[in-house]
Structures are given as structure tokens and as C-alpha cells.
């Protein structure tokens, strides 16, 4: 989970910051230097890094849109996969949870899921919502509208709505994976078909919008073009060794959630920092102020799962 920091790290961390405070007064000067995708603001990269000290009366509580599974009661889906919630639908204002990781607006939930040795689901039909599979760890079968895919670390499975399936642990270790719930639009025309895409196969992504988050060395896994319903980019991100990622922040209708597969992090969220440990994410608050980064203070790379709807979506 996220702790507090050493000294040491601390240290290092502000000096970070305030070097990249500098860069980029001098890279981006007083104008407004917006990033659009699909033609619509989603965040900006102008320095406006808040110089008032934190105000815990006012300024959002960083810690409510941090969870972990591995502090979340199981329950089972889906007959017999057992999961574990990271973070989930908000009850009302996200921007102020009634509860720890009640902070998702757009998404109905993240979760990490396992189904045991040699088990299978129950055949499920989703409605209202697709399912986003992202297998860690074990192999298995998937099974849906007549057709089958092996499925194992690095394999995605976008499973559509009003499409029967069921999933089939073949090996004897668990298999492990990280789950999204996406809600789609009623005019929405989901996939005849369940998408399989391998990590392991696919490149990194030519940068894009994105040349100006300065680490991030990433994979397109999933977009609208896809058969996305709401969410516009699922996808996973490395930092290589002693990197850290452009500071920036986004709008009101975004919903951006950063989870750690691998490795050990700084998330910088707000004027807070905390240490990212494999198994917890955090959403970005989306006030148009809060801005957010991870930084990599370790020797090796790190690898973190992303989800995103901007603001140019059409929820």
C-alpha cells in the first residue's frame, strides 16, 4: 500500500519537483499550453504548480482515492472467481468520497480477481456493462459465442455485453488478473465478438498526445476504435530507472486511474506524495488543479495499468 516516506526519499522527491517546477516555467512561459485528445482539453501541461502550502481543511484528502486489494473483503463473481475491490463507484460528489476508493464516477469498479486451480465460472451474460480482463498470472481458456482463446500473463480480454461466456483455470497455480467494469450508453452496439489482445505482441505506441509526459514508455491495449463504451484508453505504462513522469492534471468528466503491477513508485498527487506499492491504485481527482505523476527512484523499471475517459468523451 501507500506509506509515508523516509527522509532520504523526501528529500530527493522535492528536488525532483522543484527542478521540474523550473523546466517548465522555462519550457511553457506564461501561455497556456493545452493537450487535447480527439479535440477536446483533457489536462494541460502550463506550470501551474500551486505554490500555497497544503490546506487539509480545503484541499482534497489524497488518501480517499487510494486503495488496495489487499485490504478489501472477497466476494465471488460469476460463480466462482473470487475478487477483491480497489475502487469503486462513488455515492455521490467523487470529488468528495464518503468512503476510502468510493471515488469512481465513470467506471463501475477495479478490482483483482482469482479463480483456483482447474475451475470454471458459471456462463454469465453481461448487461449494461462490459468487462475488461487483464491476466498477471496463471493460464486458462475463454470461452464465448462459439469461440475459444488461450489466455495467460499479458493477455486482455474486452468481453462485451449480451455475449455468454465462461472462464476455465486449466494450470495448477491461480489465475490472477485485474478487472474493469464499464458501463456503456443504452445507444450503445457492443462487439459481436470478445477482443483478445497480447501485450507480449504489441509494440510501444508511436508517443502522440503524449510526448510530454517525458517517461512513459507505453501500450495502446485498448481504445474507442476497440469497442470502448465510455472509457476512451486502456493500456500499461513502464518508467525506466530513475525517471519521472510530466506533472499534470485534469478536467471535470475526466477519470484516470493508475494502478502499480510492478515495482515500487512515488505517486505525487496534489501536494502530497506517498509510496506506490504493486497492488494499489489512485484515481486522479479531476478539479483542474490537482496535478499528478509517479517517479521512479529504483534501478529497474517499473509497470503500472492505466484506464482513461477524458473529457471529450460522450459520458
Same mark, same amino acid.
Given at each position: ?37 480527439? =479535440? ?57 468520497? $464518503? ?35 487483464? &491476466? ?17 500473463? =499479458? ?17 495448477? $497455480? ?7 467494469? $464499464? ?15 497480447? #501485450? ?7 508517443? =502522440? ?11 495502446? &491495449?485498448?481504445?474507442? #476504435?476497440? =469497442? ?26 475526466? $477519470? ?60
Amino acid at each position: 500500500m501507500f506509506h509515508k516516506l523516509t527522509m532520504l526519499s523526501l528529500v530527493i522527491v522535492f528536488a525532483i519537483s522543484a527542478v521540474s517546477f523550473i523546466f517548465l516555467s522555462d519550457v511553457f512561459g506564461d501561455d497556456e499550453d493545452v493537450i487535447k485528445v480527439s =479535440g477536446t482539453v483533457a489536462f494541460t501541461s502550463k506550470n501551474e504548480l500551486d505554490f500555497r502550502p497544503l490546506d487539509t481543511e480545503n484541499d482534497p484528502d489524497i488518501d480517499m482515492f487510494i486503495g488496495s486489494w489487499k485490504h478489501s473483503i472477497p466476494f465471488n463473481i460469476h460463480g466462482s472467481i473470487t475478487e477483491r475491490a480497489i475502487l469503486s463507484k462513488c455515492a455521490g460528489d467523487p470529488l468528495k468520497p $464518503e468512503r476510502k476508493g468510493a471515488v469512481l464516477k465513470y467506471t463501475n469498479g477495479l478490482s483483482h480477481a482469482t479463480l483456483d486451480p482447474h475451475a470454471s465460472t458459471t456462463p454469465s451474460t453481461l448487461k449494461g456493462e462490459q468487462e475488461i480482463f487483464y &491476466i498477471t498470472s496463471g493460464k486458462g481458456v475463454v470461452k464465448a459465442g462459439g469461440k475459444m482463446a488461450e489466455i495467460r500473463n =499479458g493477455i486482455f480480454v474486452l468481453m462485451p455485453a449480451e455475449l455468454e461466456f465462461t472462464i476455465t483455470n486449466t494450470g495448477d $497455480e491461480p489465475l490472477i488478473m485485474y478487472l474493469v467494469r $464499464e458501463p456503456v450508453p443504452e445507444s450503445f452496439r457492443p462487439n459481436r465478438d470478445m477482443l483478445i489482445k497480447d #501485450e507480449c505482441a504489441m509494440p510501444y505506441r508511436d508517443q =502522440g498526445y503524449l510526448q510530454g509526459h517525458w517517461a512513459h514508455n507505453g501500450k495502446n &491495449i485498448f481504445r474507442v #476504435e476497440d =469497442g470502448l463504451g465510455t472509457l476512451e484508453a486502456v493500456g500499461v505504462i513502464t518508467f525506466n530507472a530513475m525517471t519521472i513522469g510530466h506533472p499534470h492534471k485534469y478536467f471535470a468528466g475526466s $477519470e484516470e486511474v493508475w494502478t502499480a503491477l510492478k515495482g515500487t513508485s512515488i505517486a505525487w498527487i496534489g501536494k502530497q506524495i506517498r509510496v506506490q506499492t504493486p497492488g494499489t491504485a489512485y484515481m486522479v481527482p479531476p478539479d483542474g488543479e490537482i496535478m499528478h505523476t509517479n517517479i521512479n527512484l529504483t534501478n529497474k523499471p517499473i509497470k503500472m495499468f492505466y484506464f482513461l475517459k477524458s473529457t471529450s468523451s460522450n459520458n
